[in-house]
């Protein structure tokens, strides 16, 4: 790639929200035409706002849950061409593994169709990346909850 190519660098912040009581994560699905997609909440900073502040914000908006941040997890890394200006956009999102403490997934905002709990080992079957797979997997890891990684094999 040229240095004459257009390029920006873009962050975003989220989290895997666990239940320790159910033992189950929340994901957030929008429906596409007959099907459902599913990932982590997640969102970008306002002006001023530190990483865990975008992240507690932005889970719950996306959620209706009030959290609070437990553990870092990971970053993941992808890039894509923006179609509206033809922009090479290198993204990275950081995770955090949350605990639920207070709200309720009624209330989540309009951005996703439907928010859910789900066990672990089916948000992987669930969700549409499979970098956000490998938080999940890493999450658990940090929490001692080992899940079997059907999906990536």
Request: charged share 20%; glycine share 8%; with cysteine.
């Amino acid at each position: 790639m040229n240095s004459n190519t257009n390029t920006e660098n873009h962050f975003s912040y989220g989290g895997v929200v666990y239940d320790n009581k159910t033992h189950q994560i929340i994901i957030c699905g929008w429906a596409h035409g007959a099907e459902w997609l599913w990932g982590l909440p997640k969102g970008t900073p306002d002006v001023g706002e530190s990483n865990e502040e975008t992240a507690i914000r932005e889970v719950t908006e996306e959620t209706g849950l009030h959290v609070s941040i437990s553990h870092f997890v990971d970053s993941i890394n992808y890039s894509f061409i923006r179609t509206s200006d033809n922009v090479l956009c290198h993204k990275t999102v950081g995770f955090y593994l949350m605990n639920a403490i207070g709200g309720s997934i009624e209330d989540h905002d309009a951005e996703f169709d439907q928010v859910k709990w789900v066990v672990p080992e089916e948000a992987a079957k669930m969700l549409v990346h499979e970098n956000e797979i490998n938080v999940v997997y890493k999450a658990m890891d940090i929490i001692g909850k080992s899940i079997r990684h059907e999906k990536l094999n």
